[in-house]
């Protein structure tokens, strides 16, 4: 069946533009995951839905970033005002029973480079 | 404050030996432990995973072992093959959290 896809697969940005990145879970996946992947680092938690809701923001760098899940599918992540600081692959997982959350699959990534 | 470390950078092993990749963590917390395999320009694929109440879990040419005492589990590939090439995430999950939270990587090449 289809995995996780996310779109678009690269992004150069001006600074201070704002971005918008996007990805569609495997279905039926209740539980979405934001990570990003910083050069020569692993990856860091950003966000997590379950369903709608994000019980846990905790990752999110600064207030320049935001998501949303809607129809409890696809997801956006926004990040205003970008900077250079910004620059990574931001990549979703999707999972989904509560009994196997741990098991996140990946989509390939959004690679974002701002300038 | 690096919960989850692996602290070889890269490894490389010939074609039909044993890979071992190692990964130290710091909070007993954690419930499940996986490993995740990453090639190039692509997200990173599930291998494996462990709960933290096994020692030893096995998937054909991989097996993670759990050693919680010491805080340490490791990954084994045997035999290596030439498709193992890629990067290894060590990757921890508490279900209070719901995250995972990734070591940085052991770059592995399997050599002819």
Redesign the interface.
């Given at each position: 069946g289809a995995g996780?896809s996310q779109s678009p697969s690269n992004k150069v940005t001006e600074k201070g533009k704002d971005v918008e990145l996007r990805c569609d879970p495997i279905s039926g996946h209740t539980?979405l995951?934001w990570?990003r992947q910083s050069l020569?680092?692993?990856?860091?938690?950003l966000i997590?839905f379950?369903g709608n809701s994000a019980?846990?923001k905790s990752?999110l760098p600064s207030d320049r970033f935001s998501a949303e899940r809607t129809g409890g599918s696809v997801s956006t992540l926004t990040i205003q005002r970008t900077q250079q600081e910004d620059s990574a692959v931001y990549?979703c997982?999707s999972s989904s029973s509560l009994k196997t959350?741990?098991?996140?699959?990946?989509?390939?990534?959004t690679r974002l480079t701002v300038t | 404050d690096q919960q989850v470390k692996q602290n070889s950078p890269s490894l490389s092993v010939q074609e039909g030996r044993i890979s071992i990749l190692n990964c130290d963590y710091t909070n007993s917390m954690f419930d499940y432990f996986l490993w995740y395999k990453k090639y190039p320009a692509e997200g990173p694929t599930f291998l494996i995973s462990i709960s933290s109440i096994k020692d030893k879990n096995e998937d054909g040419r991989f097996t993670v072992f759990l050693n919680k005492s010491a805080k340490h589990l490791s990954l084994h590939i045997v035999p290596s093959q030439p498709g193992d090439s890629a990067v290894y995430f060590c990757a921890a999950y508490t279900g209070t959290a719901s995250k995972l939270t990734f070591g940085t990587g052991t770059r592995l090449q399997v050599t002819l």
């Open positions: 996780v539980a995951y990570y020569g680092q692993g990856l860091e938690f997590y379950q019980p846990d990752g990549l997982a959350r741990y098991e996140q699959y990946f989509g390939p990534g | -």
